[in-house]
């Protein structure tokens, strides 16, 4: 198994990405984006694919933003709708009403869990000292990291609500993993982000952070904890060798026990 390091004699803080990276809530996702997208799609074109257009169109980016995103791919255009319409409604709010209403049934019936290898790894960096903060472009953000029952963990949460009370842009743009560092109290360089989603990891790139951390084998079609399927993947981690990334300070991962923490945030003297 390959190790790479974590060093937090220059890192101080660890930005999370949450679906895919803290709780397994990938595969309920893409599930309600094929159910809603599929009876949409029906005489229009081809069925939603639950890996390939996830991954490329939808997977870590603000929900209506997905959808305008994956529509566009098919060519095919849909007024933008109202929060007023009925979901399932052939516009881009109804789209997204029908795609919230079906994920969050799944979380009511099934609950959500986080990744074991996740919280292992917020354990050691909280117990050296280092900061930890989620971001999620999910209006349920804060509501799914307290469902996995590790909202302790973090010092910081910064969701979809915030996202909308701020005027941030979602990813690829880094403004709200910047945000959360701000929260932090701490400049860009010094903080290291750890996702998967393709968006979210172009954000890192972009948001000047110390270290990228990219989180492979957590797609859809992959297996539990991180564990990849008899599928060959195409999300990050999944290419050959998965060595370190192209990126400056970046690393790939195929399951984040192949972090290694090392050193110590020492506390701010008074």
């Known amino acids: 198994m390959n190790v790479h390091v974590i060093d937090l004699t220059a890192i101080s803080a660890v930005v999370f990405d949450t679906d895919g990276v ?8 893409a599930a309600a984006w094929k159910h ?6 029906r005489g229009r074109s081809a069925p939603f694919d639950i890996r390939d257009d996830y991954l490329r169109h939808v997977d870590g980016r603000p929900r209506l933003d997905g959808i305008r995103t994956f529509l566009a791919a098919r060519g095919i255009t849909v007024p933008e709708g109202s929060p007023d319409d009925e979901p399932g409604a052939p516009t881009v709010h109804g ?5 919230d209403r079906s994920f969050m049934a799944q979380v009511d019936k099934y609950g959500v ?6 919280v292992a790894l917020l354990h050691e960096l909280r117990r050296r000292g280092a900061r930890t903060a989620a971001v999620s472009a999910s209006m349920h953000g804060r509501r799914l990291v307290g469902s996995a ?10 969701d979809g609500n915030d996202a909308a009370l701020l005027n941030l842009p979602g990813t690829p743009d880094p403004a709200l993993f910047l ?16 996702a998967s989603a393709l968006p979210t990891l172009e954000a890192g790139r972009k948001g000047g952070f110390g270290v990228v951390v990219a989180v492979g084998g957590r797609g859809p079609g992959d297996g ?18 998965d060595g370190p990334g192209d990126g400056p300070g970046e690393v790939v ?16 003297r008074a």
């Open 149 to 158: 029952g590790v909202a302790h963990l973090f010092d910081e949460l910064v």
């Open 224 to 241: 539990p904890d991180g564990e990849p399927s008899d599928e060959p993947g195409d999300g990050p981690g999944d290419g050959p060798g």
């Open 113 to 118: 869990a986080a990744f074991p290898a996740t």
């Open 253 to 268: 991962v195929s399951d984040l026990g192949e972090l290694e923490v090392r050193g110590r945030v020492l506390p701010l």
């Open 36 to 41: 809603v997208f599929d009876v949409f799609l």
């Open 22 to 29: 803290v709780t397994d809530t990938a595969r309920g996702h």
């Open 95 to 99: 789209l997204g009403l029908a795609k």
């Open 179 to 194: 945000e959360a560092a701000r929260r932090l109290d701490l400049p860009a360089p010094k903080v290291a982000v750890v």
